[in-house]
Structure formats: C-alpha cells, structure tokens
C-alpha cells in the first residue's frame, strides 16, 4: 500500500474508529468471515484509490440482512469503551454507531448493488484485520443511484475524479447494469439546480488536496459535460 505516512496524516482517526469496529464487532460474525462486509463510501474511496480529499465518516455495507443480526451493538456496545452506549440506531436495515474518542460515525448498511468487484487489504498495515472493499464503481453507483438529486459537494466530487480518472467510466456502469440513463438525466437535471455558493463553501470543509483541486473546483462541470453524451 502506498502513501501510508499521508493516509495516516489525513484519515487517522477514520482508521483507529473502523479498527475500533473490527475489534468489538466483528468477532460476531459466522465464522469470523470478514467478507460479508465491505468497506465503501467517500472515505473508502479516498484511502484506497484517490486520497483526494478529506473524509470523515465510515460506511460498511452487507448484501445479507441477516448479517446485521450479528453486528448488532446490543451484542458488544454494553462492553466497550470505545463507542458511545446512549447513541446508536440499531434497524433491520440500518446499524449507527458513534466511535468516542473522534466522534467517528459508523453506518452499516444493507445493499444489493455490489458486484463481486472489491478490492482485498490483507497487509494488515491500517488495519488490523483483512479489509475488503467495495470497487470505485460500487462507490459511486451508490452516490449516483441513491443520491443524485442531494447536491452533495463530497459526492459530486467523487463522481468528478472517477470519471476524469477512469477511462470509459460511465460507459462501463452503464454497460454493467450499475447505473442506467435514467439516472444520468436526474443527475443532470440535478446539477442544473446547484447551489454554487453552498458547493464553494462545502468544498472548503471536504478539503481536496492540491493535485486534484482544479477537479473538484470543476466537478459540476465534469459530470455534466460527462452526462450529455448520454442524454
């Protein structure tokens, strides 16, 4: 794994709270099998393929919503002094919890959409367990699927840098089933309606580190420009 002295700088507290995680919740799981879940969203995004920019919370996902049963912190929250007992959401479809010492959120949640596409960290040097981790497009069909009408600035630079990044990279989601026109229009119509003043001032917080700056500043366009071959 490369960049390990930068991903420490920047996502360190993102690694202790998913280590966090690993320790109190995984030993649930059936036959301790780590690859029931996967690691994914902007902050898997930015540690194991971009590292572009800041990123602050943790999202897991299972295609099994039986797994969650196992997950659940009324296994494991009572005993910990790593997350916060009084703040969590335990659903059948949705578990949160909220690492204490950073204020790190974690959300698992339940997904059909994975294709067997993942990427596999079993070098142990972030983590303390083997890390399997959902692919860029798995990333961001998510954000394109489930949130392409929010106008969130983190999302939209995300989809920005993997399409100006990865060759043919809508082309190949669509011929994958991942996403279809549909969504591409909404999210073009989308993009129409963006408030400029709130994505300048979210950039800020999302912080995109100088290599792809000129990007993120020129996300909105990226996609749109992207999408009108499509439309």
């Not at 902050?43 to 590292?51: H, K, V």
């Not at 009408?149 to 990279?169: G, M, V």
């Not at 963006?194 to 100088?210: N, Q, R, Y």
């Amino acid at each position: 794994m490369k960049n390990i002295a930068f991903l420490h700088e920047h996502y360190l507290e993102q690694i202790q709270a998913l280590n966090h995680f690993i320790e109190d919740a995984y030993k649930f799981l059936p036959q301790k099998d780590h690859s029931l879940i996967r690691f994914g969203g902007g902050t898997a995004l930015a540690i194991y393929y971009y590292q572009h920019r800041l990123s602050f919370d943790i999202d897991l996902f299972v295609t099994d919503m039986q797994v969650l049963n196992y997950l659940s912190p009324k296994h494991w929250i009572d005993e910990t002094n790593n997350f916060n007992s009084n703040t969590y959401i335990d659903l059948s479809h949705h578990i949160r919890v909220l690492e204490k010492k950073n204020n790190i959120k974690i959300d698992i949640l339940v997904s059909q959409s994975s294709t067997s596409n993942y990427l596999v960290d079993d070098s142990k040097t972030l983590f303390t367990e083997i890390i399997y981790v959902e692919s860029i497009e798995d990333i961001i069909a998510k954000k394109i699927v489930y949130r392409r009408n929010d106008n969130l600035t983190r999302d939209i630079i995300d989809i920005a840098i993997s399409i100006k990044y990865k060759e043919n990279f809508l082309e190949n989601m669509l011929a994958s089933g991942l996403i279809n026109h549909k969504d591409l229009n909404e999210l073009y119509d989308s993009l129409l309606l963006l408030d400029k003043k709130t994505f300048d001032e979210e950039l800020e917080i999302v912080a995109p580190f100088e290599n792809y700056l000129n990007d993120a500043k020129n996300a909105p366009e990226i996609i749109k420009k992207a999408c009108q071959k499509y439309l």
